[in-house]
């Protein structure tokens, strides 16, 4: 059975960092795009950042480009995304996403 597991979530105040890792188990996903979504209250849930399979070609969403690093692990089965610089309006519930895999999500909070 296949899983992603989020974490490193929490509270932080603005312009503090955070990195959320997502593993997975289940089979192995090397050879796919991994991504990161967030969803924030009464928001839809949008994209944030995607690796390829390479781990060296990624993708932002404008707004955290520049700030936030995604990365992965295929030894571990696990992306990461290193935020920084974090801002109020980056509070959301965020998801872990390889082909139709999601996670639970992990929450952050950013306080100003």
């Known amino acids: 059975q296949v899983q992603l597991v989020e974490s490193g979530g929490g509270s932080v105040q603005a312009g503090g960092s955070l990195r959320l890792s997502c593993a997975a188990s289940g089979r192995t996903f090397s050879s796919y795009i991994m991504s990161w979504f967030r969803q924030a209250p009464g928001r839809q849930r949008e994209f944030v950042a995607r690796i390829h399979f390479n781990g060296r070609t990624t993708a932002y969403t404008d707004s955290v480009r520049g700030r936030f690093t995604i990365s992965r692990d295929d030894a571990k089965n696990t992306v990461y995304l290193q935020m920084n610089s974090l801002k109020p309006e980056d509070t959301a519930v965020y998801y872990c996403?390889?082909?139709?895999?999601w996670g639970e999500g992990t929450l952050v909070t950013v306080s100003s």
């Open positions: 996403n390889v082909l139709d895999y």
